[in-house]
Each structure stands twice: as C-alpha cells, then as structure tokens.
C-alpha cells in the first residue's frame, strides 16, 4: 500500500515517529540548558547537526529510492538476526548475516565519505570470529559496541536527516483558483484566511450579503484546495473524505442558510466548528510538520 507516492510505503510511521522526536528533541533541549550540571552525566543535551550534503545523493528526488533509509532498515535487521542467532547458538545464520551486515555497515562511509570516522569497521571481522568460535558473549558485547555507533550517530543527526529528506512539502502543488487560474499551496491558504475573516467581520458588523459572498468563496476554496489532495494521498480518497468530505460540505450549506436567516450567534457557533474540524485538523498532521522542518532547514 504505497499512499504516498514521493515516499517509502512507512510514511505514516515515519512522519509519527519524526513529530515524536521533534517533541523530544524539543522538550530536552531547555532541560539540558536548565540542568546542564543534573543531566550530565545522565542524559547528553541533544544537538542537530547539519549532516553531510553528500547524503543528499541517497535520497529522492536525487536517487529514484531512499537508499539511505533502506540501507538502515536493513542494518536493524541484521543486528537482530546476528542477536537471536548468538542466543539460539546457531554459528551457520549467524555467519550468513554478519556477511551482511558487514556488507552494509561499510555501505555507510562509503555512501557518505564524511561519516568514515563515525563507524568501527573493525569490529566485523571480530565478530565474525567471535560467531565463528561459538563465544555467544563476546558476540554480544561487540554487538553492543557496533550499536553503540549507531546510536551515536542517531542522536547527532537523525531528526534533521528526517526533516530535510523525509517530511512532506508543499512548494510544487499548484491550486486553482476561482476565477480558473493557478495559484501555489500557500496562497490557497492566505485566501482561505481571508474568507474566514471577511465571513467573521461581515457577521460582526451585520453585512448579511458579504458574509454570505465571502461563505461561498470559502466553499469554492476548499474545493479547490481538495482537489489538491491526491498529490501526495494517491488512490485514497479518504484523508479528503475525512477533512473536506459530506460533513463539511453540510457545515458549509447550514453556514449560508443561518447567515441568509439572519442566525449570527449559530453562523459563528458554525464557523468555529469548521475552524476546527478543517483548518486545525488538517494543521495538526501537515503545517506542524511542515513549519518545524521549515524552521530546521539549513
Ligand atoms: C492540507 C490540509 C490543510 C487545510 C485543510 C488547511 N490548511 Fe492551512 N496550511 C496547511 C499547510 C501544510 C500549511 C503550511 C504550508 C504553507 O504555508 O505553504 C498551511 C498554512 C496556513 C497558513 C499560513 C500561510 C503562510 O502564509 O505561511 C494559514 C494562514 C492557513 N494555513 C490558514 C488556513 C485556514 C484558515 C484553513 C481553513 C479554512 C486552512 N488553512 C486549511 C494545510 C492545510
Ligand atoms: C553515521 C551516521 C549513522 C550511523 C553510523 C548509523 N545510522 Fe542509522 N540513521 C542515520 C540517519 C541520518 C538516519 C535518519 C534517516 C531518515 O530518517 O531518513 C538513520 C535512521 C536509522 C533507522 C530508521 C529509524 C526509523 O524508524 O525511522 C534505523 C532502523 C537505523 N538508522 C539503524 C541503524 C543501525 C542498526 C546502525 C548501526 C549498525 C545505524 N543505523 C548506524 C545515520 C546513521
Ligand atoms: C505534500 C503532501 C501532502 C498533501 C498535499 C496532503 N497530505 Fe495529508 N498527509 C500527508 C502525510 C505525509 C500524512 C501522514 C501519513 C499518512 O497518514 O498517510 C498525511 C496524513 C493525512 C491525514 C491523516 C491520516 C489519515 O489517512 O487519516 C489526513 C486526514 C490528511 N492527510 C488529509 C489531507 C487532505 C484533506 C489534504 C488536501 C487538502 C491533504 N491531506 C494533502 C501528506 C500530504
């Protein structure tokens, strides 16, 4: 189920687990400045590196596949693999995977030249000796050691990497307007603002035809900013369904006919509700992200 045309079939897991490390990253960060002396010898405060712009090479649109990613997929595989085969005191798969971790953990300096010093190519020949005599806790420990270049690697770059390469963006969707033309995402969204506000004032100030011109400005907008969807939800006419579909679609009816009856408290009940169940719930999952990568970018 590939949803997400411009990125692996794990999106949704990914783009949760990025806003959970952002959200960490965002809460350690004071506490490590409040407390440097408490968490030093604990936890290390988190910093973001810039990672190498050799990377870049690894990711789309520059590579057809997020190699880079996959490569790390596999790397977890393969320690977990050697792991329970050192349990299961099994020498023959043991080997099969240390054949291929090794294998992908040098695929790392060798994608990325500057990361050379961030690996410990020394220790797979060890623990292939190691597997190979059958000393399951020397393969443990030195698993631990290789892990150990791992997560050190992941504090320092991770979220970053995952932000810059991984989170969706919205530069290159183009909206129609209505009045037929092109308009980009961010200028759909100044105008659906506007109409927001103008149906706001309108009701405020007692103009019954403005708020209810400005209502359906608001509706034509949406429309059009829903046909924009499937850009990144191909084939899946649920996320639209789920934001824009026949709920909304009601609020924005039952808006005109409380404006045209003169209802202004329900117009305003009403126009807090689709504030909520449209312009926030879409915001939650697409503008936090998009404005912390916005806010991350080099
Ligand atoms: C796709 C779901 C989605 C829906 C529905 C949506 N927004 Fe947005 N909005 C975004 C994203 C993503 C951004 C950040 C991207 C950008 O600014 O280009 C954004 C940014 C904005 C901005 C800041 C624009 C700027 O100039 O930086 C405003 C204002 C805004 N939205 C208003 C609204 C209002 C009002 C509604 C409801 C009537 C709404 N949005 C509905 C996704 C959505
Ligand atoms: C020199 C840096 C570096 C080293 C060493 C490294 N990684 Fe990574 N790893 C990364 C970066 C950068 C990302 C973020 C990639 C992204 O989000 O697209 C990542 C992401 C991952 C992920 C994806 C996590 C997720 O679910 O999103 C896994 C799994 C992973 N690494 C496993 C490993 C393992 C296992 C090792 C050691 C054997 C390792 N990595 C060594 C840099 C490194
Ligand atoms: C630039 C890419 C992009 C665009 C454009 C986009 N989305 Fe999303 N959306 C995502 C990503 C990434 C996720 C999280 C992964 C997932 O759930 O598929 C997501 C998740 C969602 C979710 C929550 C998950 C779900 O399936 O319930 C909803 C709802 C949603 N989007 C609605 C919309 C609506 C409505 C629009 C158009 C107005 C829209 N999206 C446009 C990228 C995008």
New binding site residues.
């Given amino acids: 189920m590939n ?2 045309p ?2 692996a079939a794990t ?2 897991y990914l ?1 949760h687990v990025m806003i959970m490390k952002f959200i960490r990253t965002l809460f350690i960060l004071p506490f490590a400045l409040v407390l440097p002396h408490t968490s030093a010898g604990s936890d290390s405060p988190v910093s973001l590196d810039t990672p190498p712009a050799s990377l870049e090479k690894w990711y789309k649109p520059a590579n057809k596949r997020q190699v880079w990613l996959h490569t790390m997929f596999r790397l977890r595989r393969e320690m977990q693999a050697i792991g329970e085969y050192a349990e299961q005191n099994d020498p023959a798969s043991m080997a099969k995977w240390i054949e291929r971790l090794d294998k992908d953990y040098n695929k790392i300096a060798e994608m990325v030249p500057e990361w050379e010093k961030a690996i410990k190519p020394r220790l797979l020949p060890e623990l292939e000796m190691f597997a190979r005599k059958g000393d399951s806790h020397r393969v443990g420990k030195t698993l631990e050691m290789i892990q150990r270049t791992c997560d050190d690697c992941h504090i320092d770059y991770q979220p970053l990497v995952t932000a810059i390469y991984r989170s ?3 530069d290159d ?1 183009s909206v129609k307007t209505l009045d037929g033309g092109e308009q980009d995402f961010e200028d759909n969204m100044d105008d659906l603002s506007k109409s927001v506000n103008q149906i706001l004032i309108a009701l405020d100030d007692g103009r019954k035809a403005k708020a209810l011109q400005a209502g359906q400005r608001l509706a034509g907008q949406l429309k059009n ?2 046909d ?2 499937n ?3 191909e084939d ?1 006419d ?3 369904e ?3 579909g026949t709920d909304t679609r009601q609020h924005l009816e039952d808006l005109q006919t409380n404006i045209s009856a003169g209802r202004v408290k329900d117009s305003q009940k009403l126009m807090g509700e689709i504030a909520v169940s449209v312009c926030a ?2 915001h939650n ?2 503008r936090i992200v998009y404005d912390l990568r916005d806010a991350l970018m080099p």
Wanted: some cysteine; charged content about 15%; hydrophobic content about 25%.
């Fill in positions: 949803r997400l411009y990125n999106a949704s783009f969706p963006h919205y969707i900013l829903g924009s969807c850009h990144c939800h899946d649920y996320p639209r789920r934001i824009l719930r879409c999952t697409h």
